[in-house]
């Protein structure tokens, strides 16, 4: 018993000692302590969406399915592209299908 707790010390001192390189995934964040845009703590507010605008709006044929005999059964549906303005005056488009 003695052995086992004497060889997981060993191990857990080892991974103290022994620094992997840094992995980095995705945006790095930081928080900043003092200074700001006069709100005092430093964290900014996450954008949000000021307004949504239609962009396009179409009507499209598309197979539903196909029948035993193998013809297939359309059907019209309409596509309509939005766009979101957000408060940092980026946007995004997104496209529904009705």
């Known amino acids: 018993m003695k052995k086992i707790i004497i ?3 060993a191990v857990i001192l080892t991974g103290l ?4 390189p840094e992995a980095e995934a995705g945006p790095r964040f930081s928080i900043q302590i003092g200074g700001g845009h006069g709100h005092g703590h430093g ?3 996450a954008p949000y969406l000021v307004r949504t605008i239609e962009v396009c709006r179409r009507c499209d044929r598309v197979v539903s399915y196909y029948r035993p005999c193998g013809t297939p059964v359309y059907r019209n549906v309409t596509v309509i592209t939005y766009r979101g303005i ?8 997104y496209t529904r299908t009705v």
């Open 43 to 45: 964290c900014e507010r």
């Open 86 to 93: 957000y408060s940092n005056g980026s946007s995004r488009t």
């Open 17 to 20: 000692f022994i620094t992997a």
């Open 7 to 9: 060889a997981a010390a």
